[in-house]
């Protein structure tokens, strides 16, 4: 099921949120036990998967791809990426493509903390 509130969009499977998109067709996941970013549509969909999410980690949306901050392609243009702070709380982003920032809470399941 997908709401639409407020120029976001929500993507809740049984009753509990667990991704909010950036922009189409870009998603972080909130609650996963991983930090994760999703984007591309059926066949061509990506993800992403990073450290645990009590973990803090930056990582820059990029060209199709997700870079560590120290690994920027030569090539690279702020103007064109979103940035995504995960937080054990939040995650945080700024979408320089569309000039615009914002977090979101993190949704965690039960027995987050039990690995």
């Known amino acids: ?4 509130c407020w120029f976001v969009l929500v993507i809740v499977l049984s009753g509990s949120v667990v991704a909010c998109r950036i922009y189409a067709p870009l998603y972080v996941t909130t609650s996963t036990r991983r930090n ?3 984007w591309g549509f059926g066949e061509n969909s ?10 803090p980690e930056v990582v820059v949306f990029f060209d199709d791809r997700v870079w560590p901050p ?3 392609p030569h090539n690279f243009d702020k103007s064109r990426s979103v940035v995504f702070f995960f937080e054990e709380k939040n ?3 700024y979408d320089y ?3 615009e920032g914002g977090y979101y809470e993190r949704h ?5 903390y039990d690995n």
């Open 91 to 93: 995650i945080r982003f």
């Open 1 to 4: 099921m997908r709401v639409l």
């Open 46 to 55: 990506k993800k992403w998967i990073g450290r645990k999410a009590s973990k």
């Open 97 to 99: 493509v569309h000039r």
């Open 70 to 72: 120290q690994a920027l």
């Open 108 to 112: 965690p399941p039960e027995d987050w």
């Open 36 to 38: 994760g970013i999703e």
